[in-house]
């Protein structure tokens, strides 16, 4: 049974960074992509990045060249740099292999 749990958000003022970190158990890790998505109250989740097993990276327009998405396969962990924060990034970040989810970790953005 795969297992993922997210860590590391909190609140931020606008211009910081966080970096967020998914661990994964359960499952061989490094043969999947894995995924950020967030979702604000009373939106769709929205994909924020991906990265292959190989570590090929995708991002969504709104977080190119301000996210970066890594991950460890020996440590079976995802990661996401954020730097340039901003008040639209608040949201609860989830991680996501395949059809399994994290249970979340919020950002908030705010002065």
């Known amino acids: 049974q795969v297992r993922l749990v997210e860590s590391g958000g909190g609140l931020v003022q606008p211009g910081g960074s966080l970096r967020l970190s998914c661990a994964a158990s359960g499952t061989i890790f490094e043969i999947y992509t894995m995924n950020w998505y967030r979702q604000t109250l009373g939106k769709d989740r929205e994909w924020v990045a991906s990265i292959s097993g190989g570590g090929n990276t995708n991002y969504a327009a709104a977080v190119k060249g301000r996210f970066t998405i890594s991950r460890d396969n020996a440590l079976k962990m995802l990661y996401l740099q954020m730097t340039s924060l901003a008040p639209e990034d608040t949201a609860v970040y989830y991680c996501?292999?395949?059809?399994?989810w994290g249970q979340g970790t919020q950002v908030t953005v705010s002065s």
């Open positions: 996501n292999m395949i059809r399994s």
